[in-house]
């Protein structure tokens, strides 16, 4: 938005999505706001496109203890599952040659890199992500991986992962 790009933001969760307004509001942003199951979803395809997919949200440990409490293996899984068929339903929304950055807040490998494995199985390729990004945080395959132990000075991050990925 920003940049002049149009955005548009898609999330089945009106809490959420009410919250993204009020930040938009506070960034002086402006971005297309729709209420909506993303694997359902239909538009016309899109340049890009963003999934800061549902996650067990494992990276934030350091400011929210409680998840440790909060997820199950089980959990982990559903969400693994979840996170391909968004995946595999953005596959539908982008133009071709069109990038997916896919993003998790997780540190299980089930998550991100797991869900990568499978999109790479099924007909996406990766390509390395920005050299913008501090080279601590790449992975060997060109993914990006950050842990709470990173940067302790300033109280360390929480843990992410996110790949650039096209499809083949």
């Known amino acids: 938005a920003a940049a002049g790009a149009h955005v548009t933001a898609v999330d089945k969760s009106e809490a959420r999505l009410k919250r993204l307004r009020e930040n938009l509001a506070r960034t002086k942003l402006e971005a297309e706001v729709i209420c909506a199951d993303a694997l359902q979803f239909k538009a016309e395809p899109f340049d890009a496109i963003l999934l800061d997919a549902p996650c067990s949200s494992t990276g934030t440990l350091r400011r929210h203890p409680d998840v440790a409490w909060l997820r199950r293996p089980t959990d982990v899984r559903a969400l693994a599952e979840l996170q391909s068929q968004l995946v595999a339903a953005a596959a539908k929304l982008l133009k071709p040659g069109a990038p997916l950055i896919y993003a998790v807040c997780s540190l299980e490998p089930e998550e991100g890199p797991g869900v990568?494995?499978?999109?790479?199985?099924?007909?996406?390729?990766?390509?390395?992500?920005?050299?913008?990004?501090?080279?601590?945080?790449?992975?060997?395959?060109?993914?990006?991986?950050?842990?709470?132990?990173?940067?302790?000075?300033?109280?360390?991050?929480?843990?992410?992962?996110?790949?650039?990925?096209?499809?083949?």
């Not at 990766?126 to 601590?136: K, N, Q, T």
């Not at 060109?142 to 990925?165: N, V």
């Open 116 to 168: 990568v494995a499978e999109a790479l199985k099924n007909g996406w390729r990766r390509e390395p992500l920005s050299d913008a990004i501090p080279a601590e945080f790449i992975t060997p395959e060109g993914d990006m991986r950050t842990h709470p132990g990173f940067w302790p000075e300033i109280g360390g991050l929480d843990g992410f992962y996110a790949a650039r990925l096209l499809r083949s």
